[in-house]
């Protein structure tokens, strides 16, 4: 008797069925293996087929996840075994995302060959996927690799289930794929560019899902430069090497090194050692690094032998370019010359950004690599979809559908225009891919986010639920939902930048109490005035201002910011006029930085001095914490204490400690109050490894649930806003 | 009869001989309204031109401080029913007036808005033809409200509207943006602001009638009062049927008002005007525009600040001065802070 064995997870599209046919040339087991869309099906036959079953799982390639091998008794009777084409029912729905070049291409283009110095090598199991596509099933003529008909060499590899390229949708070479070219023109591209680098220039470089601005990471002439072109004083710019070089300049651990090698390649934070120029993250503690994901990365940073700069190509709060015209247009302010291909980007992708923490991995930023990976949905919730549309600053959308959620790329800033449009086009993109139609549609409680008033205007059009969520329950649904809480009662301390509370006052420091339906403020920090609105968040002097004289130290907040309209803005706070009340923990942040003079009078990229507190208080990780309640009332007359004669970093990371210290106390006291050992940890200022761990460390024996791969910030709102509406469809 | 009373009571809003007292001697000795009491009988030949049309148009009116730098409530009350009436293209003629008087409002300061009043219609060449007042508990509104509704001719052939704007018209303003916003949070003495803010509160009939004259393909013209520009913009793209795009560096604005807005985090695109117009011409037009209106006092800050483009996502974005493009949206109600 044969079986039928189902497969499910991330199993197409990654060379699951090569796999599967070799593997049972191995064991002897005769049959066939074909895609459908719900996975992969098997039938086989033959002896050892517990093995077969078994190396499934343990054996399979890389780039897939086997979530689920299911078999069953069948009738199979084949002499030999197959990889059958996918009916015209059984499509492929399944799309991977993006991954990095794998050590076999790597190493292709580096020998001698026909693939040497081949920019556009990939195979099954790295290169371009989401980036490229244009259409489903996945499949080269839905890509744009469309207009490069595939030579007889490439053909035969595609065709032949031994080897790698079986099925890989990009397969290319220099014969018949995509060219490289730099402009102004050269005859050697690679090799002209990296002389360019080297001389300190900079570069505009297509990448896998947009255009980089690149430099010499090592010379910070090049980066001054870059900076002032890109009017991007501070803000942190993210680096590419190789990891003997990542070597050099940063402290890895094992687990680092496994992530920076992860098929996904994203940006890692890793503690700097000084030996890089400090323009390049001033005032933190950490640099982003990234490895080569691509072959040209390869050949580019094996010619200039340096760490490189890859920051992204866009204007100032625009998505970034894509398109080769677009690029020479808008690049050609910042850039002395362009390393383009004529392969297009089909799908706009940033770098994701990710972290390691004592708790594990963090995703600061979902992007290429993760999506359109799927996140499971907790057991218990309904089945049905749902589009959540997120948040104002980091949006990113979320469709449920059949068990799982699938949380989409970062999209950006929706003040800016083309980012909006950017997030309108991926609305509908989004949704044609994954045949989606939701049944209900969730959005943040403030009646001005762009995605809100565009959630509504989409459930006003279908027909369809508007499912409004309080952002802080959102964060708390979030971290539990990627936890698998399945229900019952749980406490979410959530601290964060701000977002509109159901009482119609702004929070942001905030431990709530309750469910995926529902919650409770069970409490949070005391509130300040905001003064000047979203200025209080560009300028943390404000929020020092306001505290201080709070707790009754004004003189202080005049000696410590003796140049500001220091009187205008108390009136202003005392009559209500733009000075709303918030519990925000991020702006408490701004105000001890501010405190402590490590933030500029008006910041030029949001989280800019929350950061810098952190990367000081990362020096003391041991300090003792500041004793303090919620209501903060005896926070600042400690600091005013110390201030005078001792170091600064010390006191942020006494102030650190003693915050998380504070929320441990409130939360342990509501848990047991509540009879509940759940609790969940998100919102922005959990970005703070120092912050996270030490709260992590005050709530041991509890079962903590921590944001992972939808981010604590803003960028991971979406998925609890989805978990929160399918919560209360149920509930209804 | 001269009144004696310094302070509106309760009586004066009776309907005895303290109203007629307080209406004579305060109202209609400086109005001198035509015809009859509780009736203005009118003619003007220019509304039986064939193809004359009659515009007709109301508006209510209340300020804290109701005196502030560069004007008063009557002052607004007179320009702001004129500027509606103008930017429709109409010429205004004639103007009604109420008052809500709040009881204990001081009378000589009544007089002192009347007479503002009466300036400024005489300078843009209306009548007050008729009026109301009444007296309401203390408390029950804040010193004065008043309300005017203003009648005008719209000459034959002329049709402003601003579903006839084009991608490539032209939008031009006359005057610095947000001064009387600024002037009134100045005013307001709580922030102690020492500013030399006026409110930019004037009468923009003469205006209108010299830009015609000079471009004669005007579009479409609005004054942006309460929501500031940006909701003016917003009100006219959405009519139009496309987008307009404004330059962040053409924005006229005044480094108090500026400064102002940067201490309180306050948009100048949302502060409030009271002699402020936007106005859409088209490309060709826009220099002899611009021309005719800095001829003007009340157009000398005119320069063109953006264009009509076609209809994108939304109705208006500012290209940044780093060239970035940001949607400046309608507001739902008070602008709440959005950063997280
Ligand atoms: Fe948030
Ligand atoms: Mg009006
Ligand atoms: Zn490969
Ligand atoms: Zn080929």
């Known amino acids: 008797m044969g079986r039928r064995i189902r497969v499910r997870g991330q199993v197409q599209g990654v060379g699951f069925r090569p796999f599967v046919w070799q593997l049972a040339e191995r064991l002897g087991i005769t049959g066939s293996v074909r895609n459908d869309a719900e996975g992969v099906l098997i039938l086989a036959e033959g002896p050892g087929l517990d093995a077969f079953e078994a190396a499934l799982r343990a054996e399979a390639p890389p780039l897939a996840r086997v979530d689920a091998v299911e078999s069953s008794e069948a009738e199979v009777r084949a002499r030999d075994f197959t990889i059958e084409a996918s009916g015209p029912k059984g499509a492929e729905t399944a799309v991977t995302p993006d991954a990095a070049t794998c050590g076999a291409c790597a190493a292709e283009v580096r020998e001698p060959g026909r693939r040497r110095g081949y920019a556009f090598t990939n195979c099954t199991h790295c290169g371009p996927r989401f980036t490229i596509l244009t259409g489903l099933p996945y499949d080269r003529a839905q890509t744009t690799m469309a207009p490069f008909p595939l030579c007889a060499a490439c053909r035969a590899e595609y065709e032949d289930p031994a080897d790698r390229r079986f099925h890989a949708q990009p397969v290319a070479c220099p014969e018949c794929g995509p060219r490289l070219w730099l402009e102004p023109a050269a005859e050697d591209p690679i090799t002209e560019a990296a002389r360019r680098l080297l001389a300190g220039e900079i570069l505009a470089i297509k990448g896998l899902g947009g255009f980089h601005l690149a430099c010499d990471a090592t010379n910070a002439q090049a980066i001054a430069t870059l900076r002032a072109r890109k009017h991007r004083p501070t803000k942190p710019l993210a680096l590419m090497a190789p990891l003997a070089l990542i070597h050099a300049h940063a402290t890895l651990t094992p687990d680092a090194e496994a992530l920076l090698a992860d098929p996904a390649a994203p940006i890692v934070l890793l503690p700097h050692r000084g030996t890089l120029p400090g323009a390049l993250a001033p005032g933190q503690a950490t640099l982003g690094w990234m490895l080569p994901y691509t072959p040209l990365h390869h050949l580019l940073l094996d010619a200039t032998g340096r760490p490189l700069v890859m920051t992204s190509g866009n204007l100032t709060g625009e998505p970034q370019v894509i398109g080769n015209a677009e690029a020479r247009e808008k690049l050609a302010a910042f850039a002395d010359a362009f390393l383009m291909h004529d392969r297009d980007i089909a799908r706009r992708l940033d770098d994701g950004v990710e972290r390691l923490t004592t708790q594990g991995r963090m995703v600061l930023r979902r992007a290429r690599g993760r999506t359109p990976g799927t996140l499971a949905l907790p057991r218990g919730l309904p089945d049905t979809p749902v589009t959540a549309y997120g948040g104002q600053l980091k949006a990113a959308i979320c469709l449920t559908k059949n068990g799982r959620a699938l949380l989409s790329h970062h999209l950006g800033d929706l003040d800016d225009a083309l980012t909006l449009g950017e997030f309108l086009k991926a609305d509908a993109d989004y949704a044609a891919l994954f045949a989606h139609r939701p049944k209900a549609i969730a959005v943040d409680l403030h009646p001005d986010f762009r995605a809100s008033r565009h959630g509504a205007e989409r459930a006003e059009t279908l027909g369809v639920p508007l499912i409004r969520v309080q952002h802080h329950h959102a964060h708390m649904a979030a971290a539990l939902g990627e936890a698998g809480w399945r229900g019952g009662s749980a406490v979410g301390v959530i601290l964060d930048g701000l977002g509109l509370g159901e009482d119609g006052t702004l929070w942001g420091g905030e431990i709530l109490l309750g469910d995926y339906a529902r919650v409770r403020r069970a409490a949070h920090l005391a509130p300040a005035p905001l003064p000047g609105g979203d200025l209080a968040q560009r300028e943390p002097w404000r929020n020092a201002l306001m505290r201080l004289d709070q707790a009754g130290l004004s003189d202080l907040a005049d000696r410590l910011f003796p140049d500001q309209p220091r009187a205008m803005l108390r009136r202003a706070a005392a009559g209500g006029l733009n000075a709303p009340l918030s519990s925000s923990a991020g702006r408490l942040f701004d105000a001890v930085a501010a405190m402590l003079g490590i933030a500029p009078a008006r910041l030029s990229y949001e989280g800019e001095a929350a950061m810098a507190l952190e990367a000081l208080a990362a020096q003391y990780p041991d300090a003792p914490g500041y004793a303090f309640g919620l209501d903060l009332a005896s926070l600042f007359p400690q600091i005013a204490r110390d201030l005078p004669d001792t170091p600064p970093a010390l006191i942020a990371a006494r102030f650190q400690n003693g915050l998380a210290l504070a929320i441990a106390d409130a939360t342990r006291r509501i848990a047991d109050e509540a009879g509940t050992r759940t609790i969940a940890l998100s919102g922005g200022c959990f970005q703070n490894a120092g912050l996270l761990e030490a709260t992590c460390a005050a709530l041991d024996g509890y079962s903590l649930c921590l944001p992972r791969e939808a981010p604590a910030n803003d960028g991971g709102l979406a998925f609890g806003q989805a978990l929160v509406a399918l919560a209360r469809l149920e509930s209804a | ?340």
């Not at chain 2, 007036?97 to 009043?117: D, K, N, P, Q, T």
């Not at chain 2, 991608?167 to 922030?191: Q, Y």
């Not at chain 2, 393909?217 to 009100?235: F, I, M, P, Q, V």
């Not at chain 2, 480094?255 to 100048?268: A, Q, S």
């Open chain 2, 1 to 340: 009869m001269p009144l004696r009373d310094q302070r509106v009571t309760l009586a004066h809003g009776g309907g005895g001989k303290a109203m007629r007292d307080l209406i004579e001697s305060v109202f209609t000795s400086v109005f001198n309204p035509p015809g009859m009491e509780d009736q203005a009988r009118l003619m003007d030949a220019r509304l039986q031109e064939p193809g004359a049309r009659l515009a007709f148009t109301t508006d209510s009116f209340v300020v804290t401080p109701v005196e502030f730098p560069g004007g008063d409530i009557g002052k607004i009350a007179v320009c702001g029913t004129v500027n509606d009436l103008a930017v429709g293209g109409a010429k205004p003629l004639w103007l009604s007036a109420s008052f809500i008087i709040e009881e204990g409002c001081e009378v000589a300061l009544l007089r002192r808005l009347v007479a503002s009043m009466a300036r400024e219609a005489a300078k843009a060449g209306v009548r007050i033809v008729t009026g109301d007042t009444k007296v309401v508990n203390r408390g029950a509104c804040d010193t004065v409200y008043i309300t005017t509704a203003g009648v005008g001719v719209i000459p034959p052939g002329r049709d402003l509207d601003a579903r006839s704007i084009r991608p490539g018209d032209v939008a031009i303003v006359n005057h610095v943006l947000g001064d009387h916003g600024a002037a009134i949070l100045a005013a307001r003495g709580d922030l102690m602001l020492s500013t030399d803010l006026e409110s930019d509160c004037q009468s923009l009939g003469h205006l209108m009638e010299a830009l015609i004259a000079a471009a004669p393909g005007t579009k479409a013209a609005r004054d942006a009062t309460r929501g500031g520009l940006a909701s003016t913009l917003n009100e006219m793209a959405e009519a139009a049927g496309c987008s307009v795009e404004l330059d962040e560096i053409a924005l006229p604005l005044r480094p108090e008002v500026k400064g102002v807005c940067e201490i309180l985090g306050l948009d100048p695109l949302y502060l409030a005007n009271e002699g402020t117009l936007v106005v859409f011409v088209p490309e060709a037009e826009a220099q002899a525009a611009l021309a005719a209106m800095r001829a003007m006092p009340e157009g000398q800050g005119a320069c063109i600040i953006g264009r009509a483009v076609p209809k994108a996502h939304v109705p208006v974005t500012l290209r940044t001065a780093f060239g970035g493009t940001r949607i400046v949206d309608m507001l739902v109600g008070e602008q709440l802070p959005r950063i997280c």
